[in-house]
């Protein structure tokens, strides 16, 4: 069975919207960032995303071509969870609207590689809560937004989950990238 592998940044304090707009960090570990996204890319043959971080996506990776994350987020196949995305513009997007995470457990089943699920939301938390997301990638970036930031503590909403530690990796520039697989109850 594929698995589903959530990777986002995210701030010490919890942020996680708008990572393009955080204070740099340099590029001591550019290249070993890239390589290790293109890794996962590469390990999966479709991303899984909601309508908030499609939005963001859609108007950014269409505009871009020409290196190898571009070219494959441009023709990766995207399955969108939605109740209001009619129709998607970007190259092979399809959406999921009702009955969403039996959609889901059943794109899961098919042959294929993993799913990489950008973003960390309401598509996730209900991932977590109906045992369908294997693995959390937490790209800690060591930032305290603090009353710049305009989210309230981001998991409020999430129902109670288990991880055991699978690897951490500290970049040159202090973000530590956390693995975390995902326990299932039995």
Not at 9 to 25: F, N
Not at 43 to 68: H, I, K, Q
Request: hydrophobic share 40%; charged share 20%; proline share 5%.
């Amino acid at each position: 069975m594929r698995k589903i592998i959530n990777s986002t940044y995210i701030t010490i304090d919890g942020a996680v919207e708008g990572p393009h707009l955080w204070p740099s960090l340099g590029d001591a570990a550019k290249a070993v960032s890239y390589d290790i996204q293109m890794d996962l890319l590469n390990e999966c043959d479709a991303v899984l995303m909601g309508r908030r971080t499609y939005d963001t996506f859609a108007s950014a990776w269409p505009t871009r071509s020409g290196n190898s994350m571009a070219d494959r987020m441009n023709a990766i196949q995207k399955q969108v969870v939605s109740t209001t995305l009619r129709n998607p513009t970007w190259n092979n997007t399809q959406v999921i609207g009702s009955d969403a995470m039996e959609k889901i457990r059943a794109l899961k089943a098919q042959p294929g590689k993993d799913i990489v699920q950008y973003g960390l939301g309401q598509v996730s938390f209900a991932l977590l809560e109906h045992g369908l997301m294997d693995e959390i990638r937490l790209w800690i970036h060591p930032i305290i937004l603090g009353k710049k930031g305009t989210q309230s503590p981001h998991f409020l909403n999430c129902s109670p989950a288990q991880f055991d530690m699978a690897s951490a990796r500290a970049l040159p520039n202090g973000i530590v990238i956390v693995n975390y697989k995902c326990k299932h109850e039995a």
